[in-house]
């Protein structure tokens, strides 16, 4: 096993990604350094390679998803210690530090953005969950307003009988969406490919649409309808060509006025809002460096426990890219081309 810092350099935006050793950075007082064993691939990744954007600090690191062994800890770190499986968001994509890029061997990682792996989930598996959950945790409790599970007040039994869509339920994100929104106890609305239907009910949904089917909206407002429980909240994982409008018109339609629609990327420039749906996005990152109280019991508490309980369990499927992180740059070609219900892994050895 590897004890240099093998990494996957972005030299500068519009490149390639270069293998390079880097030194092992030192964890800050509430850091921790993971010793990778996965790393995955999100469309960020390659976005952040590919075009200009707020990171300014080159050569640098890119990646939030990874899973591994706890090799060392800060002074003021406390729920995690030197052994530990965790899996965590690197977050060299808020604070522009390459020693937080997760396509590294050694990544340094924030405590409240870190979550414990019990030993029947794969590091592979494990790799998953953070950049999903962060995005969906950001949507549902910030945007959204939805209320935190384990609440019993009558206002979460109310919200409890509404519906949810979840808009590209087979992605990462929408397999987090799906599962999370199950969790809560509301009835999950979806839209997937018909080969991932069976799955995305398996993760929770009660109901799946393919979002190509041109009669995709009458439909769900039909089922929401037939079911007794308008779309009062949505979640777009896709956010691109008309997917956003879709899910509004869905809301609508199904009787949900009032309701709250979260995207993952911003409302298509120039197209007019429709009325009645109140619209934000969503920023994954922000779950820890803005709502970092959220942030935390998410990662650290709720996560950490709905994975060992097996309430929440890893998606969408892994396929493993050979290489290590040398293939990085291979493994984010893969997800730019465009993939269905997986997730791209490298091992580190
Ligand atoms: N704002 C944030 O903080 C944040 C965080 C994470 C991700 N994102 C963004 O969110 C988007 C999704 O990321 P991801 O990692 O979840 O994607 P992903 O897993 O790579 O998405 C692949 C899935 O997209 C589905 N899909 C493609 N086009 C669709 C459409 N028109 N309608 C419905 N489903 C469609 C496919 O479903 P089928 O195979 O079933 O057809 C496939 O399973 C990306 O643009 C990403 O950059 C933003």
């Not at 009032?258 to 619209?279: F, M, Q, R």
Request: proline share 5%.
């Amino acid at each position: 096993m590897s004890t240099e810092n093998l990494a996957a350099v972005l030299e500068k935006v519009g490149t390639a990604l270069k293998p390079l050793i880097l030194s092992i950075p030192s964890p800050g007082e509430n850091e921790i350094l993971i010793r990778n064993h996965a790393i995955a691939a999100n469309p960020a990744d390659w976005k952040l390679r590919d075009f200009p954007s707020h990171l300014n600090k080159f050569p640098t690191v890119l990646g939030s998803d990874v899973c591994g062994i706890v090799s060392a800890i800060g002074s003021k770190v406390s729920k995690f210690k030197v052994g530990d499986r965790i899996a965590g968001f690197a977050l060299v994509i808020a604070n522009d530090n390459p020693e937080h890029g997760a396509w590294q061997t050694y990544t340094l990682l924030q405590e409240n953005a870190t979550i414990r792996i019990p030993d029947f989930v794969s590091y592979e598996d494990g790799a998953t969950f953070p950049m999903a959950f962060a995005t969906v945790a950001v949507a549902y409790f910030e945007r959204l307003g939805i209320d935190r599970p384990l609440s019993s007040s009558q206002e979460v039994q109310q919200q409890r009988q509404s519906g949810i869509l979840v808009w590209g339920a087979s992605s990462s994100t929408g397999t987090a969406a799906v599962q999370l929104a199950k969790e809560l106890g509301f009835k999950v609305f979806a839209t997937a490919s018909p080969k991932n239907h069976e799955y995305v009910k398996s993760l929770g949904a009660s109901e799946v649409v393919d979002y190509r089917d041109p009669d995709a909206v009458s439909k769900l407002a039909q089922l929401a309808k037939e079911a007794g429980t308008p779309l009062r909240y949505g979640f777009d994982s896709i956010s691109e060509r008309n997917s956003s409008l879709l899910t509004a018109d869905a809301l609508l339609a199904s009787g949900g006025e009032g309701s709250k629609l979260a995207l993952t990327s911003p409302w298509p420039a120039g197209d007019e809002k429709p009325a009645g749906v109140e619209i934000s996005m969503t920023i994954a990152a922000l779950a820890f460096v803005h709502h970092v109280e959220m942030g935390s019991w998410m990662f650290n508490e709720y996560l950490s426990q709905a994975i060992e309980q097996k309430k929440i369990v890893p998606a969408p499927k892994v396929r493993v890219v050979d290489g290590g992180i040398a293939a990085a740059q291979e493994a984010l070609e893969i997800v730019k081309a465009g993939v269905s219900a997986t997730k791209i892994v490298v091992r580190v050895d």
